[in-house]
Every structure is written in C-alpha cells, then in structure tokens.
C-alpha cells in the first residue's frame, strides 16, 4: 500500500471519527452523522460509474431501495435477530440483480443507456409503491430491528454509528483500491476514449458490467445501512427524485475527484437540515444552488478546493511539453517485449466491403509477411483506411476472409483482433488526451499484462507493466515529456503517442495509417528510420503518402485505385509504371513550385499586426513576444519543429488558445482578447488540422453553415460558383455527405467552408497533410490561385510547398521567433534552411 494510499485513508478515518462531534456541535444528531456517511458511500459507488467510467445512470437510487428492502424482508422474514446476514444476503441479492440488468442495459451506449436507468428506477419506484402484500406500499416496512453485533446493542446511537462507520470505511477502502488498480484505471480509458480502449484487446463490455455491478452492490450496501438507521424500508427510496439527488451529491462533490462525493453528500445534508427549518420548500432551493453549481463550478466543490489552492500557492508555469523532450540517444535500442514477438504472416483473401452505394473495399487479396514492410499507397479513397479497418476488426468484412498464421480473423472485433497480434495506428490521432502520455502507453502494455483486470493490486506495483512502458518512453524517444497531458502535445508529438499505443500491444503485424503525417522533417527522419527496423523484426502494413519515403523503405508496395489492388511490386516497379505516375504520383513538389507566380504584395497596406502575443495551454507557457505584420494578399509560411507553437499561433489569433499578452490588430481594430466567434465574424477563418467537418451533413450543408454567421453588409463571402471554379470536383460532391469523401476532398471542403464566409485572413493549419501526391498537386494549386486575393497563414511540414507559395517566412523556436524574412532563401539555399530550422 502506498503512502498517498493510507493518507488518504487516514483521512477517511478521521473525517468518520470527527463527523458526529462536528454536527453534534451544529445542533445535528448521530442519526443525521450515519446519514451523511451512508450518502456519501452511495455517492462515492455511484461516482465510480459516473466520474471513472462516464456511465450517466439516473436511476441508481433503485439500487439503495433494494439494499434496502433485502435487509428490511430478510430480517423481517428469515432473521428476526439478525443484522450481518441480512446485510450480507442483501449485498448478494443488488449483485445478481445487477449483473443481469447490467447485462440488458449495458448493451446501449450514451443517453439510451441513460434513459434505460431511469426506466428501470422508475419501474422500480411503481413496484415498491404498488404490491403493497410484500412491500407496504405508501406506509413503508417496518418492523425493522438494529438487535445486536458481538454483544453490542446496536439501539444505542453511538455504537451504531460506530457499527456504520466501519462499513463505510471498508466499502471506502475497496473503492479507493479499485480506483489505483489495473481495473480502474481501464475504466478510465473506457471514460476518454471506448472505441481505442477495445483496439488495445480490453473487453469494454466485461469491464463496464463489473463496474456497473461493483456501482450498484456498494449503493444497496449503502440503502441496507440506511434501512437499519431509519427501522423503516420506504419506496421513496427508489424514486427518481432521489436517484436525481444522489446524482447533485456527486456533481457538486465533484465526479472527478475521489473526496467529492464526501463534500457534496455533508453540503447536501447540512444545507436540507437548515434550510428545511425555513421553508418546506428546500429542495427548490437546493436544486437552483445545483444549477449555478453546473454553471460556475463543473468540478464541484473539490474543483473550488483546488482554484482556492491555487491561490494560495500559484502553479508553476511550465514550457511546452515537446521543448522538455530528451531524445533517445541509442538508435539499436528495442524493447524486450518486441524481440520476443512471434512472426506471423497476415493473409487477406478476396475481403470485400461496402457502404450505401460505394464499395471501399473490393475483392482485394493481400499478403503481409511477419518481418519487413509493406507498403500500402493509391490516391485519397482508394480504400486504404477502409481496408485498414477491415483488418483491425472496426468492420465486419462482407465476402473474404482474414488470418493471421492458423488464427481465423474473418469475424474477430478489435479485441479479439489485437489480442491475436495485429494493432493498428490512426490517420487521425486516437489518444486519451485526458491521460498523460505515460498513462497512454501504460495502458497499451497492460492489455497484455495477466493482472489486467484485478481489482486488488494496484498498477504502479505490476513490475513487468511499468518497466515495459519505460521501455516503451525511451524506444519512441519521450523521454522528458512523460507527466505532460496527451492534448498538450503539438500534433506531432501525438501522432508519436498514437503509433506508441500500438506498439505497446506488441504486435506480430503493425498497421500504421499514416505515422508520418504532421512531423517536421527531423522527426520524419527518426520515425522514418524507426519504422524500418521494426520491419527487421516484426510486420508492418503502411499506408504513407510521403512517396520518397515509402520509395526508400518498403520491402513491397501494394497500389490500391478506387477500392482494388492496381499493382503490386518493388519500388522499382512501382516508379516505372506509367499508370501509378498518373494516378498518384502527380509532378512533384520541384515541378509545383516552379509554377507560384511571383509576388505580387509589394506596397500593400498592412492588414494584420500581432505585437508582444504570449500564449498558454493550461500551465504551459507556449508563445512569448510574438511579433509580426501580414500585408493584403501576402501568404506567410509558419516554420519550426514539432512543439514550435505553430498551431498555437493560429489557434491563439482566433481564441482557441488563452492570450496572456500582446494584442492584435485587424484592419483598424485592436483586439487583446479574442473571442473565437468575433474574430471568425471580423474576417479570421481557420483551417484546422484534421479538418473537422460536420460530420453527417451534407457539403452543402457545411457550406451554409460557414457562411451562416459570417455574411453580411461590407463582409466579403465566396458563393457556391466561385468555389466550384476553385475546386471543380466538390460541385459533383455537393449533396454528399462529407464524411464520406476521401481524406483530400474533405481538406477542398474544409478550406472551402473557410471561405464561404467573410474572411480576410485565412489560417490553414496543415492542409497537405494525409493527402497522395497528385491530390496534394490540387489543394496545392487552388492555395495559389487564392495569393494575392486573401492574406494567407500556413502551418505544414512539406517545407518545399509551404516555402513555394509564401511571400514570407517565420520561423519559431520553441514558441519564440527565430528568423523572419523572405521565404525565397528558404526555398533555394538548403545550408540557409538547415540554419534557421535546425534540421
């Protein structure tokens, strides 16, 4: 047990033996203490499924109205002079209940599983009040005895609360255990992140029922107690206004801390024992001071604690969390759990897959062997990622079928897929960004540790977890930046996690969707070279658009076109065939930028001035004395390395990120503290990385929807036509819904929902990323054609464009300006550039 363990145990121990002196003092009897104790441990149960697991149930008060009944019917029926065995028999009885229950309801997710527990609650509630044979309906059971326990008379107020304190203790004890455990700590990636829970081979559905169970049993616990303090089981213990007051005691506790159920439970009694001298209307009161708790305080009263704290003693303010890096300097170093790999090769036999009307994935045989890497490239749609997903058990295939070695993967589901050896990465950044990136790659170890699922040993003390994740940190070369939360990370620093979390499952075969995306040309480097001696030991399945890259370090190369397989071969193959050239490969980024026109900006008025701007991600200092102007139609490249603060820059001109200081000025207004929604409507339009679309419209729709709240009198909006000559295709796209478009038509309509509305200054934040060299050749273009019209910020990693279309270049160093100037020198002189970026 560790330290922080028994203090916080201790100090469980002192609040219970000061609780009845306390509210004694306040004029409050023991009965009132026992109350509070017993609301609290239901509180904490049901803070198990609410805060750790994000499971919103709003009828747990059914479990506290069976503990309840059990204790009061057992007793009353079977032992007469007994209180250990009809407590104990209740807690068997809420555990079966709740285990078959559990079972039913937990087959939904989100506001269904909700809603199915306030069904149950509710039907609970009507059964107590209506067999009136058996439960005493409106007059309640009574009968009930406290009788004795080791000779000790429970009917005396002081021994029964003793008597109750313990069981609180022991039960508070558990929970706190299971919160340090392997099994709690799931439980909390289940919270952020489900679907790459399940892709780590933990079975979601097995530890949201055991929690769902463990919640329930400690809350009927918790009823049987209260049953015994009262002498009288009531259905209004079942009710939802009770299930909804268990839930206030929780939110205004705090449902992320473990103390907050304790705090929301003594604030709720005291405030109903006062207040309910005053007026019978108490609970109209409480639930008003409920809504202001929501809207000024989300984490409650622990959550005021700890801005009081802060107060008292200021956090440190921190550097960005990629600056703290040490990267590792042995380049052979491979951890033990993946030389120990086993080789097994990967066989797909003529998978299939459709959606609607589009066929992803059409009769494709693939052969991946257990040591080296295959390649996997085709232009944007092709099917990749959709096969991909076939292969890591996201999707079901519709014909074919799949193995790895002996093992049938045809019908497998993530779990069951990474626990045979195969795990993937994601185009997108799959994280949980609400865990540390060492709590990230923690997790993936534990998928593989015996001990995942016990509920008595804590994580810290499992040695083969945590020296495998050390492992792990030093392997990817995060050394350094361990104790920094995931969503701190610049976005190259999370797709290193990302690739992290499936390395930790130690996989035979490796899927990586796109590992170097978003990474500055020394990092692609050290992925790069790190990718090529996996491949040395284990087998790696690539999809990359970075084609020099895949050129260099693929074994074999598979060319997939509109959901088949073109072409398969060597690198040698595959640069020779004339139809990959014109399908995929495009002109190349030399002939690309041979075509920018020169500049035109010369004398232009100055639209854009940012002076002395500091910026902030939480405690971490990001940006300091930022300082720059952008004329009219001038195209600025934003250069540097990953965790330069260069998403932080756009993010922070348009309110995403806290400004500390500096201002900015647009045109002739002065802004100090952006607001994201005035600067989209003063003429500020964001890009963003990873496009973000509004996922289930339509184009059309998310067009309307940028231009929405960003047109008008004065303001300067493109129609629909003007968009369509920019990018031709999306007009034949215009009523499809987007998130069905390959990744490069959705970047065409994420840049162009920017520009539907007002907008002066355009902020794209990495818009080549994820896209194959001939659809990055048509964004490339289109930003062209668009110099001179509007002012233009671009953030991206593919420096020889970024550089060809810029009239300007600013270089930042973590998160100040190192060099500004023209982006020619850049461009031509590669000594110069090595000098500025640091490469």
Request: neutral net charge.
């Amino acid at each position: 047990m560790s330290k922080e363990e028994l203090k916080k145990l201790a100090l469980i121990a002192l609040g219970l033996i000061a609780l009845p002196f306390v509210l004694q003092a306040a004029g409050l009897t023991y009965s009132t203490a026992v109350e509070c104790a017993v609301l609290a441990m239901a509180g904490m149960a049901l803070n198990l499924l609410l805060g750790y697991t994000g499971l919103v149930s709003f009828g747990h008060g059914a479990w506290f109205g069976i503990g309840a009944y059990a204790v009061g019917l057992t007793q009353l029926h079977y032992f007469r002079d007994g209180v250990i065995l009809p407590l104990v028999l209740s807690i068997l009885l809420v555990a079966a209940i709740s285990a078959v229950i559990g079972m039913l309801i937990l087959r939904r997710r989100g506001v269904y599983f909700s809603l199915l527990t306030l069904a149950f609650g509710a039907l609970c509630f009507t059964v107590a009040y209506r067999w009136t044979s058996f439960t005493g309906g409106e007059n309640g059971l009574g009968g009930i005895e406290r009788n004795q326990v080791l000779g000790l008379s429970l009917d005396n107020a002081v021994y029964f609360y003793a008597f109750t304190s313990i069981c609180v203790f022991l039960a508070t004890a558990f929970m706190l255990r299971v919160t340090l455990s392997p099994f709690g700590k799931v439980l909390v990636a289940i919270r952020e992140n489900e679907q790459r829970t399940r892709f780590l081979g933990f079975n979601v559905q097995a530890y949201k029922l055991l929690a769902f169970v463990i919640s329930a049993t400690i809350t009927g616990f918790a009823g049987g107690l209260s049953v015994l303090n009262h002498r009288i089981a009531s259905g209004e213990a079942m009710s939802l206004i009770f299930s909804g007051e268990l839930l206030a005691i929780v939110l205004i506790g705090g449902m992320r801390s473990f103390y907050g159920p304790i705090f929301g439970a003594l604030f709720y009694i005291l405030f109903r024992e006062y207040l309910s001298m005053l007026t019978p209307n108490w609970l109209l009161y409480f639930g008003l001071l409920f809504i202001v708790f929501i809207l000024a305080s989300p984490d409650g009263l622990a959550g005021i604690g700890k801005r009081v704290k802060r107060l008292i003693v200021p956090e440190q303010k921190g550097a960005a969390a990629m600056s703290q890096r040490v990267t590792a300097t042995d380049p052979d170093f491979v951890p033990g759990f993946l030389q120990a790999v086993q080789r097994s090769d990967l066989q797909c036999r003529g998978i299939s897959k459709q959606f609607g009307g589009i066929k992803a994935v059409d009769h494709v045989d693939l052969s991946v062997q257990g040591q080296g890497v295959h390649a996997l490239i085709g232009p944007n749609g092709a099917g990749k990622t959709s096969l991909f997903n076939l292969v890591s058990g996201m999707f079901s295939t519709d014909t074919g079928s799949l193995a790895l070695g002996s093992r049938d993967l045809t019908r497998a589901n993530p779990e069951q897929t990474c626990a045979s050896g195969v795990a993937r990465s994601f185009q997108i950044t799959n994280l949980f960004k609400g865990l540390t990136v060492r709590e990230n790659l923690c997790l993936s170890v534990l998928g593989r540790d015996p001990q995942r699922f016990s509920l008595w040993r804590r994580l810290d003390d499992l040695p083969q977890t945590q020296s495998q994740t050390d492992e792990l940190v030093r392997y990817l070369g995060v050394q350094g930046m361990e104790d920094a939360q995931a969503d701190d990370l610049s976005y190259g620093g999370q797709r290193v996690v990302d690739m992290g979390l499936a390395l930790g499952s130690a996989p035979a075969i490796l899927l990586l969707d796109e590992p170097l995306a978003g990474l500055a040309a020394a990092e692609r480097d050290r992925i790069g070279n790190l990718i090529r001696r996996l491949g040395d030991r284990i087998g790696v399945l690539l999809v990359e658009h970075d084609i020099d890259r895949v050129l260099g370090m693929a074994d074999r190369i598979t060319v997939m076109n509109q959901g088949s397989v073109l072409l398969e071969g060597d690198a040698d193959a595959v640069r020779s065939d004339e139809k990959v050239r014109e399908i995929y490969i495009g002109s190349g980024n030399e002939a690309l930028a041979a075509g920018v026109p020169p500049s035109t900006v010369g004398d232009a008025p100055v639209i854009l001035q940012v002076e002395g701007l500091d910026a902030y991600y939480g405690k971490s200092h990001i940006l300091s004395d930022i300082t720059f102007s952008a004329r009219q139609g001038e195209v600025i490249a934003v250069l540097g390395r990953n965790g330069a603060g260069k998403s932080t820059l756009l993010k922070s001109m348009l309110g995403l990120a806290r400004v500390g200081a500096g201002t900015i000025r647009l045109r002739d207004q002065t802004i100090t503290a952006p607001s994201t929604e005035a600067m989209a409507r003063m003429g500020v339009a964001l890009v963003p990385q990873g496009r973000r679309l509004f996922s289930g419209l339509t184009v059309k729709d998310n067009l309307m929807l940028g231009r929405l709240k960003r047109q008008g009198e004065g303001r300067r909006g493109w129609t629909d036509e003007q968009i369509f000559e920019l990018f031709p295709r999306l007009r034949d796209r215009y009523l499809v819904d987007a998130t069905l478009l390959s990744g490069g038509e959705q970047q065409m309509v994420a840049i162009a929902r920017a520009l539907s509305g007002h907008v002066d200054v355009l902020l794209l934040d990495e818009p080549f990323e994820g896209l194959s060299p001939a659809m990055t050749e048509e964004v490339f273009n289109a930003i062209v054609s668009l110099k001179g019209k509007l002012t233009i910020l671009i953030v991206d990693h593919n420096l020889d464009l970024a550089l060809a279309v810029a009239d300007t270049a600013v270089v930042l160093d973590r998160g100040r300006i190192s060099h500004q100037g023209e982006a020619g020198p850049l461009l031509t002189d590669l000594e110069f550039r090595k000098q500025k970026l640091w490469l």
